[in-house]
């Protein structure tokens, strides 16, 4: 277990300096929007307006005192008050976690919905012309990007068919059509992968064994192939939970889905820094907790990494 | 039994391109005539327009893919897009490519501090959604062709350099290099020219994958509003504002999804190809 | 036919290729399996016995074929029946231990786990008692601790415990024919001989087919033996009668060539030159261009000739009674 712990402690330190430069990236580029004050205060105003700005938030001090500063804010959590807002940057940011959690996790599990047993298909008899022809509409799937897939969806669902809303995330039915943009984002590639990985398993020496006992065909799919592809797919998930968030950040943007990244975004707009400093910092720590997750759900399922050998 | 199989899954000896690489190269070629051949094909203003004519459906009359709520021609704005989207793809991915595959190489050549300190920083910016950290730069330094171009291409350079560090490293065990290595040759030369070579396939599967994926996200920053100048006629920006119209004019949101997706399709299906046609390659030389 | 347990009639199996129309893996190969006995195939790499063995149970691998012939285990025609009414006769008809443990055990899943799947999917028992059957078979085959092992998995097994699972879980129904195919080639060798003595030992009931490449393995535990070159048999006869005097100058060539102690050989001596390439089609005899007793005569294929204890494909006989026949 102490390399487990010493593996973690590796872990912390790789995190803390990427926090860090986050953390650095985002207070220089404040400073390279030019004067802070006039930002926040506006074009018309008065020199002694932005001078009280500058006093007050600190702005006329060396750049070295000020980082400084910058650091020990965050240390608990400051991030300032919102520019737009007046109301203390992280608090706001908070409030706004759960809505792109709900999101982000319930879009995962339609993609497993659709990835899984499409990719199984497909995986098993490659060469059958039904799975060619569909893997090719999965090929084209994947190139249409997320955001033109949401717009599409709004366009068939909600103007043309009027079926389902397309914005807010009140009732139930308002996530429709967000989960399936976001699950748009990732459920192509991993089709493809979970497609390979079978046809790659059922090649395996294990499933000849499989067969010689008599296991059926869909027995081999699904209790010998399956659970040895579904690796991969674990892992690429994991993976492209990053660029998960991009893609949620974009969908929270087309439907008014009231996230992280719609807030995000708002903030570039009047660039409400405070706000978006506070975002940044909650997304990074949110991408390096799923990443442990995933780490640690992966050394459970594999019986491989599990390491205790009688 | 182990012998005898692998053999028997040759289909030619000869190098044959993919079909997907000759399908993708066609339309390859064809999208780099119609951006080179522009103002032929699609001459006139793309940012002015008749506003009598504004909402005019496709396939009638004179405008072909119908016109936007300022009455503009979307035929002439599309094919000005191209040379918008498919520039800034083109210095983000040479950007990328080159600070990518010189930090890729540089870490793998020898261990030590400068092969750590790359490899964290690469592990650090994979890391992160990339979207997000494009969205607070531009915020911060302006839209514009340039500042996106350069800001995608300083964030992309960690997936080039990851490849290439695994790679390169697989290669150098490989017997020339070692050889090279003893007679004294040059560390620059061996990794230019012994090296980089071998490395030529990943990097053009690579290239193709990551042109695709710079036009994407330019798309959708401009989407955003964050990319290019926001009276541009550029795909993004069609997008974001075809957005109110949806119910009257849903060809003005149509018209640059399908470009869009046409080009991305193209260069998976260049990518793709590549990627087959390499390994029919090594295959066959078996 | 239905009292012989395995009977394969002029099997072919063969693999479309570009460079000849189709490579032949199996060239016409005849023998009978009676209940109870064990019978070794002996051949070099590339001389057809293992795809011999997967088309006994339906298991040549695509795009190969069974492109001739007839095979009926049990009475049943293998080589006709549907993949689904194949795995129906696949583990409670005949069983196969293949080559490599390393590779034919899902990493994934507790090696117990397969033979419950196994039993469970021939014969109707609850999970309670298909495990307990799976222990019986895992002390059977010799597996200590077997309580636990049943929840092993195969990379906390060594390389002798995973051949004996694989042996384990072809019995586990008491197939009355199991094949195995060089069983103990990827093993070291004092663990080679704990496994043909199990094979040996366990398998008295049911009738074995031993697949190998090293005659004196076949020695050890086969009653008859099929000497294999090029897709087909060269002889046939009793395990010792082979030994001791050879019919075949193929036969005799391995024997001489074949370093063993308990063999009075004083020098090894090689057979001359190398077999024909793999999957082509030699007119005549396959043989002749490495055999000291070839004749013009060898030009046409040897058919079959059967005495009442041998068979034998060969125009030069190293003995007289065959060239009276029988």
Redesign the interface.
Same mark, same amino acid.
């Given at each position: 277990m102490a390399s487990g712990f010493k593996k973690f402690g590796r872990r912390i330190t790789a995190f803390v300096v990427f926090l860090l430069s986050v953390v650095t990236l985002l207070f220089f580029l404040l400073q390279l929007t030019g004067d802070p004050a006039e930002v926040m205060v506006g074009d018309n105003a008065t020199p002694e307006q932005l001078e009280q700005v500058r006093q007050q938030y600190g702005f006329d001090k060396p750049l070295l005192t000020q980082y400084a500063l910058y650091l020990s804010r965050l240390a608990v959590l400051d991030f300032g008050i919102s520019f737009a807002d007046d109301q203390p940057a992280f608090g706001l940011v908070m409030e706004r976690l759960g809505p792109t959690l709900v999101l982000t996790f319930l879009s995962i599990i339609v993609t497993l919905f659709i990835s899984i047993p499409l990719g199984a298909w497909l995986g098993q008899r490659p060469d059958a012309n039904s799975r060619k022809f569909t893997g090719a509409f999965v090929f084209i799937a994947q190139g249409v990007p997320g955001f033109v897939v949401g717009l599409i969806l709004i366009q068939i669902f909600s103007v043309n068919l009027r079926w389902l809303p397309s914005f807010g995330h009140e009732h139930p039915l308002n996530w429709i059509l967000p989960t399936l943009t976001l699950a748009s984002f990732l459920a192509p590639k991993l089709t493809r992968v979970v497609a390979a990985n079978v046809t790659e398993a059922l090649r395996e020496d294990y499933i000849r064994t499989a067969r010689s006992f008599g296991t059926s065909s869909a027995s081999l799919l699904w209790r010998h192939a399956l659970p040895n592809a579904l690796l991969g797919a674990l892992a690429l998930v994991g993976a492209q939970f990053a660029f998960l968030i991009s893609g949620a950040v974009i969908t929270e943007v087309i439907f008014a889905w009231p996230g992280l990244g719609w807030l995000l975004v708002k903030a570039t707009e009047t660039l409400d820094f405070p706000v978006i400093q506070a975002a940044v910092f909650v997304i990074a720590i949110l991408v390096f907790a799923v990443n442990l997750c995933t780490d640690f759900l992966f050394g459970v399922i594999d019986p491989r990494l599990r390491g205790n050998k009688k | 039994?182990s012998?005898?199989?692998p053999r028997?899954r040759?289909?030619?000896k000869h190098r044959r391109p993919d079909i997907q690489l000759i399908i993708g190269g066609l339309a390859c070629i064809t999208i780099l005539i119609l951006t080179i051949g522009k103002d032929f094909f699609a001459p006139g203003d793309p940012l002015s327009g008749d506003i009598m004519d504004r909402f005019k459906p496709m396939f009638e009359g004179k405008y072909v893919l119908g016109t936007d709520q300022l009455g503009r021609d979307l035929w002439t704005r599309v094919f000005a897009g191209l040379p918008w989207s498919l520039g800034i793809a083109c210095v983000a991915t040479l950007i990328a490519m080159t600070v990518g595959t010189s930090a890729g190489l540089i870490a793998a050549w020898k261990p030590g501090p400068v092969r750590t300190v790359i490899n964290?920083m690469v592990?650090?910016i994979?890391?992160? #959604?990339?979207?997000?950290?494009a969205?607070?730069?531009?915020?911060?330094?302006g839209r514009g062709f340039w500042p996106l171009a350069i800001t995608l291409g300083v964030l992309t350079w960690p997936f080039y350099a990851r490849v290439v560090y695994a790679e390169a490293l697989g290669l150098m065990e490989r017997n020339y290099v070692l050889a090279a290595q003893l007679y004294g040759v040059p560390s620059r030369w061996i990794l230019i020219r012994h090296v980089l070579p071998g490395l030529r396939p990943t990097l053009l599967v690579m290239l193709a994958f990551h042109f695709?994926d710079m036009l994407?996200a330019e798309?959708?920053l401009s989407?955003?509003?964050?990319g290019a100048p926001l009276q541009a006629p550029t795909w993004g920006n069609m997008?974001a504002e075809?957005?109110q119209y949806?119910?009257n004019a #849903?060809w003005m949101?149509l018209v640059p999804?399908a470009a869009?997706?046409v080009v991305?399709?193209t260069l998976?299906l260049i990518g793709?190809g590549i990627a087959a046609t390499t390994r029919s390659k090594a295959r066959a030389v078996e | 036919m239905s009292e012989k347990l395995l009977s394969i009639d002029d099997v072919r199996v063969t693999f479309p290729h570009d460079k000849f129309e189709k490579f032949h893996a199996v060239n016409g190969v005849s023998l009978e399996v009676e209940p109870g006995e064990t019978l070794g195939i002996v051949g070099e790499s590339g001389s057809g016995k293992t795809m011999l063995a997967l088309s006994m149970m339906g298991l040549v691998p695509r795009p190969g074929i069974v492109d001739g012939g007839n095979i009926h285990l049990l009475g049943q025609p293998i080589d006709r029946l549907s993949e689904k009414q194949l795995s129906t006769i696949r583990g409670r008809d005949v069983g196969m231990v293949f080559q490599d443990p390393m590779t034919g055990l899902n990493p994934v899943r507790k090696v117990g786990s397969l033979l419950i799947e196994s039993i469970q999917r021939h014969r109707s028992r609850s999970r309670a008692e298909a495990r307990d059957l799976a222990l019986n078979t895992f002390i059977e085959v010799g597996i200590p601790s077997p309580e636990v092992r049943l929840d092993s998995y195969p990379h906390q097994l060594s390389g002798g415990l995973r051949q004996r699972v694989m042996i384990a879980l072809a019995l586990v129904n008491h197939p009355p024919l199991i094949i195995a195919d060089e069983p103990t080639t990827a093993l070291d060798a004092t663990i080679q001989a704990q496994i043909l003595e199990l094979l040996k030992v366990k398998l008295s009931k049911s009738a074995l087919i031993l697949i190998t490449h090293d005659l004196g393995v076949a020695a050890e535990i086969c009653d008859r033996v099929a000497v294999m070159y090029h897709g087909k048999i060269m002889e046939l006869g009793f395990m010792n009668d082979v030994l001791d005097n050879p019919a075949h100058p193929y036969t005799a060539g391995l024997l001489a060539a074949a370093p063993r102690f308990d063999w009075n050989r004083p020098d090894l001596e090689p057979i001359p030159g190398s077999p024909p390439e793999a999957g082509s089609i030699v007119p005549g005899c396959a043989f002749k261009p490495r055999c000291g007793f070839a004749s013009p005569a060898c030009e046409d294929a040897p058919n079959m000739k059967i005495s009442s204890y041998r068979e034998l494909a060969c125009h030069h006989p190293l003995f007289e009674e065959f060239s009276d026949g029988y």
């Open positions: - | 039994m012998g005898l199989l028997l040759i289909a030619s964290r592990d650090t994979i890391a992160f #959604p990339g979207l997000v950290i969205i607070c730069i531009i915020a911060a330094i695709a994407i798309s959708a989407f955003l509003g964050l997008l075809s957005r949806l119910f #849903p949101m999804a869009i997706v991305v399709v998976n793709d | -």
